[in-house]
Structures are given as C-alpha cells and as structure tokens.
C-alpha cells in the first residue's frame, strides 16, 4: 500500500467510522429485555383452627380457595399440621379465603347465586409468589 | 317501702335504697359515714359496700364526703332499682 | 340423516332441556348432601353413555338408584360444589333432571302434653288457649326452629344457665331434675340476695320460675311444658321480691355468685330506666372476663333504647345479647323495647305457656262495709275521720262532707289522728306470700302524714303494728293504678288487720286528706305443678338463652364470641326486626346450631 493509498484507506474508514452510528444497547430505539420467568414454589397455608365441635369430626372440613386455582379441600381427620393445607404456585398474586363445614352446614360458602351459606368465609388474604 | 308520686313529694322519701360506696374496708366506710347512722352496711365483694343512712343526706352531699374522705371512698353512687320485665 | 332431520333433532334436544330445579340455589345449608347430585339421565341411554356423560362432568363415580324412573347418585370431585354440579348436569344434553340429593331428618317431638301449645318451638297457627295477647294465632313457621335443633341437641346440662329473677320454684315437678346441683354450699340449687341474703332461692312471684321453665322445664318427661332444653342446669339466683324488684347490689351479687360458680350462661329479663349504673357495668364486664354471655330483655315500654337507654339492654360489653320479644305472626309485640344499636335479635315472647310458682289469688275489697273507724278530733260540728264516700262508689275517704259523705271538699281536722281497718283471712291453705296494693289520692300539708300499717294478730294494726308505707306533702298526688305491690307476707293468718290513718300536727293549715280506692291483696300458695302463660320481653330473653345453651353445649370449646355470633349472625331475617333491632333477625336454633364462624389467624408460608 502507497503512502497515498494509507491515507485514503485512512480517511475512508474515518469516513466509514463517522457515518456509523454507535448506539448504546437499552437506549431509545432498542427492543425490551425477556420478562421474568415464573417460577413454581410450594406454599405453606395456616389458619387458626376452628372450635365447631361438627368441623372437627367427620364430615367437617375446610376449603381453601385460592384464586384461579382449584379449590383445596382438608377433611377432617387433619394432618399433624391441623389447620393447614399446602399448594404449589407459580409466581403471581393471589387471594385465599377458608371456609370451614360440617356435616350440618355442607355449603362451602363457595356459593352459586342464591345459596344460602351457614358459615362465613375467612376475610381474603393476599399472597404474593415471587418470580 | 313506697311508691313513686309524679306530682308531689309524697312517699319520695321512703323510695332511697342507699348507696353503692367502694372502699378498702368496712371501717373506712363507718369513718366517713358515720355521723349520717349508717342503718345497713353490707359487703358485695370487689371493695363495694351496700350502705342505707338513717338520714338520707341525698347523692350529692354522699359524693362530697366521699370526695374529703382523702381515698378512704374511691366510689359513691345510688343504689339504682330493677324490675322484672 | 338430512340437515331437516338433525335440526329437528336438535330442536328436541333443546325442548326437552334437563330440568335445573332452581330450588337448589336456595335450598339452605346442611338441606343436602355436599358431594353429591341425583341425576335422571334420559330415557333410552346406557348405562356407558350414562356413565360417559358423568365422567365428563367429572363425576368420581356414579349408582343407579333402585327405582324405575333412572335415576342415579353421581359422587362429585373434590373442589366441585353442588351448584356447580347442578348447572353443569342441567346443560348437558343427556341429562333429563337434576336436584341436589336433599337431607330428611325426623323431627324431634317430645310428649310433653302441653307441648302443642308452645308456639316457640313449633308455629302450626294453633291458638294458645290462656294467650292474654292478641293475637292467640299465629303464621305456621314463624317459630325457632326447634324440632330441627332437637335433631341435633337437647342436653344441655353441661352448660349451666344462672337465671339472675326472683328465684326458682326447685320443687316444680317439670324443674326440679334440671336444676343445678350446687352440692352442700347451695343445698337448694343457687342463693338468695333480696335483702339480708339466705341460701334459698324460692320464688315468691312466679316471674323466675316461668323463665327457668323457658330455658330448661325438662323435656319428653310426660310432665307439663318442656324448656328449649330438655335437659338442663339451672342456677336459681334470687334477686328480685315477692313483687318483683331488685337493686344495683343484688343483681351485682347475683352475677358474681354466678360467675364464681360455673355458669356460663347469665338470664337477666329484668331492666331499669335510670342513668348508667357503673357497678352493674363493671359485674357485666367481669362476667365477660370469665368468658361467659349476658343475655338480657329489652324492656315493655314499646321505647326506642337507642333513644332512651335502659340497662342492662343498653350496655355496650360484646358478651351481652339484648332480646326484643316477637308475636305468632313474627311481628314485633306492641310492647317491645327495640333499638337498632342496642337491641340485637328477637325471639317469641307473647302467649307464652312455662312452668310457674303455684297458685296465685285475689281478695279485692269494695271498700263499703267492714271497716272501723276512729278520730280522735271529729265531732258533728267540725267532722273529721274516715268513711266510705257515698258519691263515689268503693273509694272511703277522710275527711268527707257532711251531708252526702263526699271525698275532696271538707278538709281534715288539725291536730288529728283518724284511723280504720278491717281484718283478713289470708291464711288460706298454705299461703306463702302476701302483698298489697291500693290506690290513693292525697292533698296533705307538709307534716301531715298518711300511714299504712298492718298487724298479724288483729286488732288496731296502729298500735304495735308493722308500717307498710307512709306520706306526707302531697297536692293531687295518687298511687296509680296497677300501684306498687307492697310485701305483707308477715301478715299471713287468719286475723291480719290493714289499716290506714292521718295524722295532722296541731298548727296544720290541712287540706281535703286522702281518699283511698282499688285495695287488693294478691297471695301466693307455692305448689309444684303450677303453669301461666304471659307476655313480656322477659320471656323472649329465656328463649334465647336457651338456644345459647343448646350452642354451648354442642361446642363445649367454644368462647362467648363464638356463641353470641352464632346467635345473632345465623338468625332468620324477619321484617319486623329490620332496623329496630341490630341484626334485624330472629333466632333460628338449627340455624345456630349448624352456625360455623369465620376462620381466622390465617398465615402462609412460601418456599
């Protein structure tokens, strides 16, 4: 290469160089990075036992419902664990309620429109299952 | 024991169960009380006493000695009736 | 098939859509069975499709039943509920009917031989033949659901109830195996707190027994009524008299001798219209302490409580329950208190039939023969004393007029002491308790006296006799009529004289005097078999108490909380009751029984 052929290799990559445009990753006119994955996690769920004699005898129980899930049914006889039910999530925000029953008051408080429940519903409780 | 006369003072005087007192002890309230004839004093558990003057000063001459008793009196009210419904 | 044919065909299949029997989304809870429907598959399918269709409803399993008319049990999946099932079933085009597989209890129906009349526990519209309220009638089904209850509990014994009235008749024979057992402390099952205080509980008036016979009268013995309990315990704790009134400081003793031994439960159908009463507070909220529910009457004078406290209705602790008394039609009775923020349910409490004390009687005088009379002053010229007044018939009078023997224009004599009375029999057969009342109008100046005395052994009761009342400085003043009941229970004999007298000072500036009408003299003989049917808030209070005890019982873990919510929360709306009672309910003892409260403490865990 001549002298003359350098510095016009020079300027021409100069050139080249200064009509590339360096743009910084992230920055205006990018695309956006991969949203997280959801993960599965086990949840733990506990609750204060109820004190009705038929919840605590066959025929009684709870029904844990989790929103979006089906629901989680703990007939009596209960675990060692007592008043608890366990469910495998994916990260997300969900609203749990527990109503108990008994062979006297069978509705679940998991009504139809119209269906008269004899035991109230836990107030709703928010778990949030992280990514 | 009398009845209750809405227009007149008649028989109002007789109507008085006495008083409601809270206090440590019997003799504190015979302290206080005493110079009034305490005709009934009788202990109702809790430091409360049933107390029934001879003479019926009336509720607010009883919660003014209970207020110079220096704590010997913590409580003075009437002994309100009941009846059955 | 042509594309008519399929239309056609599905054209049928719509028209014949499955029955959805709507009553399932409104049957109550516990009327069926939770995991289960009974389906009717159509006609003609076997028993694979019939089998398919439910498996793809996500049935676990499902039976034929043995009838001709094809219908099976199908066993529903965990989380699936019976309405779901229902709706899925009632859309499925294989499906002819569907209904949840509802629940028949018999009903439990003691032999009580008056049991057809306590409208309470079961409403037919049957008239209550002694009911003094009208009406005697009522709406079948207005009631507390009882026989439902019965079904499930009727022991109540291991919840002990303090009726907190004028004590217990223990010897009624529809009583006594109910009562507590308070070992050699309490020989007669309680205490008595009227007064100087005993260890007998007896009831003088018969308003405590008719509550505890609500409660607890013994069921399904053939004897009498039977009580919300048929088996109960009750704690007699007297603190009301012969006439029916009690005191700050023997209804806070009753409620501590009550709490210190093991009731649980505290029947008070008694209220005052005075200020609050801060003592009478603070016993409540000692009861609360020990876990243990208050429930009280509202009041009979058809007031606003809210407006016009009464206590103990209108104390605020969360172990009080305040009862408002319905008619047999569910109505709110005419002389019920109400409040919508301090009256919390209603229950029945008019035509009310329950155990009593024994027999009551009346000796009314007419006031126009038979008396003596005496004056230490009269004379023809300045006449003074008692007589019977000639114009106004069965009223005597001193001092009177001259010609014509008329009250209210001849004004007594100075420095007088007139006198009369008149003796009774009052012993009767075994009379236990005496008590007198008369109307009275009075014009005396201030020192001027009228007495009331009475003598056991006959003769001027004013001479070594006992004082029933006494007065002075009246203008116009009248004891009115129902008056006061005063205590002559001391009197008891066959020669008990009653007497009134005036007495004026020397100087007296006098007035027209008394002049006395309406003399009545109530006894009590106490017998072990009596009944009465009345009305009162005091009687819808015991109903629910009872109830309380039936929850109680049935949840030996439960707190007072527990109990009062099941109560209250599970009643039966009723019109009546919206906005003059907290609820706007009417307890509903199945409703209570079955009651499951809010789970709580919830708490998670994520790995």
Not at chain 3, 418 to 441: E, H, I, M, P, Q
Request: hydrophobic letters at 40%; proline letters at 5%.
């Amino acid at each position: 290469m001549t002298l003359s052929q350098f510095f016009s290799f020079k300027s021409s990559s100069i050139a080249l160089l200064t009509a590339l445009t360096i743009t910084a990753c992230g920055g205006g006119g990018g695309s956006a990075p991969p949203p997280p994955i959801p993960t599965s996690h086990v949840v733990n769920l506990s609750w204060t036992a109820n004190r009705e004699a038929a919840v605590n005898r066959a025929g009684g129980g709870y029904k844990v419902a989790i929103s979006g899930q089906p629901v989680i049914d703990v007939p009596f006889p209960y675990a060692a664990s007592g008043a608890a039910a366990v469910a495998t999530l994916m990260s997300g925000t969900y609203s749990v309620t527990v109503t108990a029953y008994s062979a006297m008051n069978a509705n679940t408080g998991i009504a139809a429109s119209g269906v008269t429940s004899n035991s109230v519903p836990s107030a709703a409780f928010t778990i949030t299952v992280p990514y | 024991m009398v009845a209750e006369n809405s227009s007149s003072g008649m028989f109002k005087a007789n109507q008085n169960k006495g008083y409601i007192v809270t206090s440590p002890d019997a003799a504190s309230v015979q302290r206080v009380y005493g110079a009034l004839g305490i005709k009934v004093l009788r202990a109702l558990g809790n430091s409360q006493f049933e107390m029934q003057l001879q003479q019926d000063a009336g509720i607010e001459a009883v919660s003014n000695l209970a207020l110079h008793s220096n704590g010997a009196i913590t409580k003075v009210q009437p002994n309100y009736s009941y009846q059955a419904n | 098939m042509t594309f008519h044919t399929r239309s056609l065909i599905s054209i049928i299949l719509l028209s014949a859509a499955p029955t959805l029997h709507a009553a399932a989304f409104n049957a109550p809870a516990g009327s069926y069975a939770p995991s289960q429907v009974l389906v009717q598959f159509k006609p003609n399918l076997t028993s694979a499709m019939q089998s398919q269709t439910a498996q793809s409803i996500g049935a676990q399993s499902i039976q034929a039943l043995a009838t001709r008319s094809n219908w099976s049990i199908a066993n529903l999946p965990a989380g699936q509920s019976v309405a779901q099932a229902v709706a899925a079933y009632a859309n499925n085009p294989n499906v002819a009917a569907v209904q949840p597989n509802y629940i028949y209890h018999t009903m439990a129906v003691p032999n009580d031989p008056q049991y057809s009349q306590l409208w309470a526990a079961k409403n037919t519209g049957q008239t209550i033949t002694a009911g003094t309220y009208a009406p005697t009638t009522g709406t079948a089904g207005d009631d507390m659901n009882l026989e439902a209850a019965w079904n499930v509990q009727t022991d109540c014994s291991s919840t002990i109830v303090a009726v907190i009235d004028s004590g217990v008749n223990y010897t009624s024979t529809d009583l006594a195996a109910n009562m507590w057992n308070g070992g050699a402390a309490a020989p007669l099952h309680g205490w008595n707190f009227v007064g100087a205080g005993s260890n007998d509980p007896m009831d003088l008036n018969g308003h405590g027994t008719h509550v505890a016979g609500t409660i607890g009268a013994e069921g399904n013995n053939t004897i009498g009524v039977t009580g919300v309990c048929w088996k109960a315990s009750i704690m007699a704790v007297r603190v009301m008299d012969a006439t029916g009134a009690g005191t700050t400081s023997s209804v806070i003793q009753g409620i501590d001798y009550a709490i210190t031994h093991g009731a649980k439960i505290l029947n008070m159908s008694l209220g005052g219209q005075g200020p609050f009463d801060p003592a009478y507070s603070a016993a409540i909220t000692r009861a609360q302490t020990s876990n243990v529910l208050v429930v009280v009457a509202a009041g009979n004078s058809n007031t606003n409580n809210d407006a016009a406290p009464t206590y103990p209705c209108s104390f605020t602790q969360p172990n009080l329950i305040c009862v408002a008394a319905l008619d047999q039609n569910y109505a709110l009775a005419n002389f019920s208190n109400f409040g919508a923020t301090s009256v919390d349910v209603g229950a029945p409490g008019t035509n009310i039939l329950s155990t009593w004390n024994g027999l009551h009687t009346t000796i009314t005088d007419p006031l126009n023969a038979g008396w003596v009379f005496s004056s230490t002053t009269a004379t023809a010229a300045a006449p003074s004393g008692w007589g019977y007044d000639l114009v106004n018939p069965n009223v005597m009078g001193d001092a009177l007029t001259p010609t014509g023997s008329q009250w209210g224009f001849t004004k007594y004599n100075a420095g007088t002491d007139d006198r009369t009375y008149k003796t009774f029999n009052l012993a009767g057969t075994n009379t236990n308790v005496a008590l007198l009342s008369v109307s009275a109008a009075a014009n005396l100046i201030n020192g001027d006296f009228l007495n009331a005395n009475f003598k056991a052994i006959g003769g001027d009761p004013f001479t070594a006799g006992t004082n029933v009342f006494s007065g002075t400085n009246a203008k116009d003043g009248f004891i009115l009529t129902p008056s006061p009941k005063f205590d002559i229970s001391a009197c008891i004999s066959t020669t008990c004289s009653i007497g009134f007298q005036l007495t004026s000072t020397p100087t007296s500036l006098r007035d027209t005097g008394v002049a006395i009408a309406n003399f009545r003299i109530d006894t009590v003989t106490l017998n072990s078999t009596a009944q009465n049917t009345i009305n009162g808030t005091s009687m819808a209070t015991p109903q629910v108490a009872g109830v309380a005890a039936l929850v109680w019982s049935h949840n030996p873990m439960f707190t007072y909380a527990d109990v009062a919510n099941a109560i209250k929360d599970s009643g039966r709306p009723t019109p009546s009751l919206a906005g003059k009672t907290t609820t706007g309910k009417a307890v509903d003892a199945m409703r209570a029984l079955s009651y499951i409260n809010q789970p709580s403490g919830l708490s998670v865990v994520v790995h």
